[in-house]
């Protein structure tokens, strides 16, 4: 069985892009969340879309979005970077989170703000 | 919000020694739940708990559900070189899971 694909692994934007990564959940998996890793904050929860509804949502600005498509591919969208946007980003699936919280990790998008 | 507290930070052993680790929170979990992280890699589960008091391995891996269900620890027994990582905790509760800020564990062959 697949694992978690998230694309791309590296990127490298300068403050006040955008960017967009994307997430393959676990075929068969339809609860998708996303998580912000960086050495002094640890992981931290930006949300999380079970059947293309957002269910649970972490404490990050607006500049923060996401979304869910009918086959359970989820993307995130971070506007107008800021250097400290610099992180790990983690996308996660499982069958369904809010019943058991196993989750499966992507290998995760290495976003550098410059 | 809820905030776990993971114990020790890092953590350097030799070869063949015994590893615990904790979390706690002042609030209550669900489900408890162990991970580990490769470099460049993401979170692996290692071993899910969901009732207090549980107690379950995984080989070489015991994990306990506190009591209180603000609690659990990891204990590793007879460390190898691959252990080396970083072990997350993480409690679940209400959709959300709460992750703690990992140990690091160093393992000297």
């Known amino acids: 069985k697949a694992g978690v694909t998230q694309t791309p692994r590296y990127l490298i934007k300068t403050r006040g892009q955008q960017v967009t990564l994307s997430c393959s959940p676990i075929?068969?998996?339809?609860?998708v969340s996303w998580y912000q890793q960086t050495p002094g904050q640890g992981l931290q929860f930006l949300f999380e879309y079970f059947s293309e509804t957002q269910r649970n949502k972490g404490n990050f600005p607006g500049r923060f979005s996401g979304r869910q498509f009918s086959n359970s591919r989820s993307e995130m969208n971070v506007s107008t970077l800021e250097l400290g946007d610099s992180a790990l980003y983690l996308c996660a699936s499982s069958f369904t989170q809010g019943v058991s919280g196993e989750l499966f990790f992507g290998e995760g998008s290495r976003l550098t703000v410059l | 919000g809820q905030q776990l507290n993971q114990s020790p930070q890092s953590m350097f052993i030799q070869e063949g020694e015994d590893v615990s680790m904790n979390c706690t929170s002042s609030?209550?979990?669900?489900?408890w739940l162990w991970y580990k992280q490769d470099p460049g890699e993401g979170p692996v589960l290692l071993i899910a708990l969901y009732k207090a008091g549980e107690l379950t391995s995984n080989g070489r891996l015991t994990a306990q559900f506190g009591i209180t269900r603000k609690d659990s620890f990891l204990n590793i027994s007879a460390s190898i070189p691959s252990d080396v990582g970083i072990y997350f905790c993480a409690g679940h509760y209400a959709g959300k899971s709460t992750f703690g800020d990992g140990t690091t564990l160093t393992v000297k062959p």
């Open positions: 075929s068969g998996h339809r609860s």
């Open positions: 609030s209550i979990f669900n489900t």
